[in-house]
Every structure is written in C-alpha cells, then in structure tokens.
C-alpha cells in the first residue's frame, strides 16, 4: 500500500518534522552546554577538571568555546591539553569539527597564550576540510593562522612556510600569509610581497594585504613601488591607490591627483577620490571639494560620497555642505544632502 503524503519518511522511519525537531534539539544542547562552561569559575579546580574533559571528548562547537575559555582566562593547567584536543579533532574532521572551528580556536589560543607546538602549527599547515555541496575549505583560515604563528615565533622556516602560503588555493590562507610577512619584521622579505604583487592575485584583499605588511616592513622604499603600481591603471593599480591613501602618505597627493585625471570616469569616482578622502590631507580635502563645487553631477556626488567616508568629522561635513551649495545642478545637491542625512 503507498504512503500517504501526510506520512512521507526517510530511510530512518522518521517522517522531516521529528528529524527537523531533532537537528533543533541537538543545537539546544550544545548551546546549553557551551553556556554552562562559560558559567563556570576558571579559577576552581573542578572546572578545570570539566572543562578537561571538555576538551578530550567534546565536539569542535565545544572545544572552541574552551580554547576561548583557555585562551581568556591564561588557563596555563589546560594548555597541555589543546594540542591531543587538536589532534583528535583531525580525526574524522568534517563530523567532529564542522566549520574548523575547534582546531581553530585551539591554535589561536596557542598563539595568544605564547606556546609553540608542533602538532597544531606545523600540522595546521597543510590541514584541508572540504565541506558542502561546493566542497569549501573551511581550514583556510586555520593555515593562515598557523603561518603568523610561524613568523611570530620566529621559525627558522617562517618565509618557507609563508611562500608557500602565498600561493594556497583560499583568499583567506593567503591574506593571512601575507599579514604574517609583515609581522615577521624581516625588511628584506619585501621582496616575498613584491614578486607576489608583480605576479598578481584574483582577489584585491590579498594584493591589499601584501601592500600593508611593505608598508610595514620598509615604508618609504614600498612607497616608491607602489606608485610604479600605479601606472597600469589595472587592478593592482587600484589597490595601491587605495593602499597609498590608507597609509596617509602626504607625498600620494600628486600622484594620486594624476591617477584621477587618466583613470577612466568609473576609476575615479570609485577608487580615486576615495583614495584621496582616506589620505586626510589638506591638499587632498580641498581638490575633492572643489569637486564637489564645480564638476559635473557624478563627479561632485563621488567626491562627497569619498569624504563622507569620515561622517564623524563634523567640520568636515560642514565643509562638504557649504561646498554642495554653489554647485550649480540642483540635483547634485539633493544627492549629496541625502549622502549627509
């Protein structure tokens, strides 16, 4: 006899409803539990104790919320403790520790706490955990970490180690990467940044990323590299007008003025004037409100749109006002009013 709809189940007996009260049960509960580990006093033994066990046996849900606990309070009893945790949670990764939250938490505690162990940050490195439909990675940014925590603890292998990052196939891995270069304090690993924005990268936040450590590592020759960016009026250019404007280098004014000029319409009003609002220079301000009172509607709308990035700087709000004023197209002056409202 054929079942009903009203009765329709899977392989389980159990019809979508009680799973779907299930799945919401299971959440209950490990809310439930994270939150009586938080409620516990660090300072007891018996929660250390509890919160042990926690991590011996929990899931990654549970052993992130103790590795914060850990990673909080400088619950030095537990650090020993992370690594096996860690461990463990490779094991089967996609079911014991969906989202990498776990190992995750675990190698930012390390980290924070100032302890090196092999079998997180070496480990960690080459960690993948395809999950989904799509088969994201979601131990992208667990690779990343375990590379600034090599360049923290000034590994002998750090730039090795970050190199190689550089080319992972996640953003993420390679944003933190790059981060990590920069933390590392090492001048002559410019060169590591350089080749890599030379070469390119798909995603902006990664060349971002490799401009800021320069900046960091050897401001005034990265300065010079940067503008050379410039000239392409591609991507890497675009980063690096805003990577110049970031920094606040006064010098950026001209070059970043003739960027404007020979970027096409689209360039200057999304890249360029911001590029020149984020430098907070005089010269800078005052060319995007000339701008603002005598260019044409898409022009004077971007040059506010640019300054209005800093909407807690009551002069300069003024400012942009009583220059909206004497521009002539009424409708201009209503898109800008709107902007401050």
Same mark, same amino acid.
């Given at each position: 006899?054929?079942?009903?709809?009203?009765?329709?189940?899977?392989?389980?007996? @159990?019809?979508?409803?009680?799973?779907?009260?299930?799945?919401?049960?299971?959440? &209950?509960?490990?809310?439930?539990?994270?939150?009586?580990?938080?409620?516990?006093?660090?300072?007891?033994?018996?929660?250390?104790?509890?919160?042990?066990?926690?991590?011996?046996?929990?899931?990654?849900?549970?052993?992130?919320?103790?590795?914060?606990?850990?990673?909080?309070?400088?619950?030095?009893?537990?650090?020993?403790?992370?690594?096996?945790?860690?461990?463990?949670?490779?094991?089967?990764?996609?079911?014991?520790?969906?989202?990498?939250?776990?190992? #995750?938490?675990?190698?930012?505690?390390?980290?924070?706490?100032?302890?090196?162990?092999?079998?997180?940050?070496?480990?960690?490195?080459?960690?993948? @955990?395809?999950?989904?439909?799509?088969?994201?990675?979601?131990?992208?940014?667990?690779?990343?970490?375990?590379?600034?925590?090599?360049?923290?603890?000034?590994?002998?292998?750090?730039?090795?180690?970050?190199?190689?990052?550089?080319?992972?196939?996640?953003?993420?891995?390679?944003?933190?990467?790059?981060?990590?270069?920069?933390?590392?304090?090492?001048?002559?690993?410019?060169?590591?940044?350089?080749?890599? #924005?030379?070469?390119?990268?798909?995603?902006?936040?990664? #060349?971002?990323?490799? #401009?800021?450590?320069?900046?960091?590592?050897?401001?005034?020759?990265?300065?010079?590299?940067?503008?050379?960016?410039?000239?392409?009026?591609?991507?890497?250019?675009?980063?690096?007008?805003?990577?110049?404007?970031?920094? &606040?280098?006064?010098?950026?004014?001209?070059?970043?003025?003739?960027?404007?000029?020979?970027?096409?319409?689209?360039?200057?009003?999304?890249?360029?004037?911001?590029?020149?609002?984020?430098?907070?220079?005089?010269?800078?301000?005052?060319?995007?409100?000339?701008?603002?009172?005598?260019?044409?509607?898409?022009?004077?709308?971007?040059?506010?749109?640019?300054?209005?990035?800093?909407?807690?700087?009551?002069?300069?709000?003024?400012?942009?006002?009583?220059?909206?004023?004497?521009?002539?197209?009424?409708?201009? &002056?209503?898109?800008?009013?709107?902007?401050?409202?």
């Amino acid at each position: 006899m054929a079942r009903s709809r009203g009765s329709r189940s899977d392989r389980t007996g @159990q019809p979508p409803d009680a799973r779907a009260g299930q799945r919401s049960g299971e959440a &209950r509960s490990f809310e439930q539990r994270v939150a009586e580990l938080r409620a516990l006093d660090p300072a007891a033994p018996a929660s250390l104790g509890k919160l042990g066990t926690a991590l011996a046996t929990g899931s990654g849900f549970i052993v992130a919320a103790v590795a914060k606990l850990v990673e909080d309070h400088r619950l030095e009893p537990l650090v020993p403790e992370l690594a096996p945790a860690f461990e463990r949670l490779r094991e089967d990764a996609v079911k014991r520790d969906p989202g990498c939250r776990g190992k #995750l938490a675990i190698a930012r505690a390390l980290h924070a706490l100032d302890h090196w162990d092999d079998r997180v940050f070496v480990t960690g490195l080459s960690h993948e @955990q395809k999950e989904g439909w799509g088969q994201e990675d979601t131990a992208a940014e667990l690779r990343g970490v375990c590379g600034i925590a090599h360049a923290h603890f000034a590994r002998d292998d750090a730039l090795d180690v970050l190199a190689r990052l550089l080319a992972d196939r996640e953003r993420t891995a390679r944003i933190g990467a790059a981060q990590a270069i920069g933390d590392a304090g090492r001048r002559d690993a410019t060169a590591l940044l350089r080749f890599k #924005l030379l070469l390119g990268d798909g995603e902006p936040a990664v #060349l971002a990323a490799c #401009l800021e450590a320069m900046f960091h590592l050897a401001r005034d020759p990265s300065y010079r590299f940067a503008i050379e960016l410039l000239a392409a009026h591609d991507e890497r250019a675009e980063v690096a007008a805003l990577a110049l404007g970031g920094a &606040r280098f006064a010098d950026a004014f001209e070059p970043l003025t003739a960027w404007c000029i020979g970027a096409t319409s689209e360039q200057r009003h999304r890249i360029g004037y911001l590029a020149l609002a984020l430098l907070r220079a005089e010269p800078a301000t005052a060319y995007l409100l000339d701008a603002i009172r005598s260019h044409g509607r898409r022009d004077a709308v971007a040059a506010a749109r640019a300054l209005a990035t800093f909407k807690d700087d009551a002069g300069l709000i003024e400012r942009i006002r009583d220059a909206a004023r004497e521009q002539r197209d009424p409708a201009a &002056r209503d898109e800008i009013a709107e902007l401050l409202a």
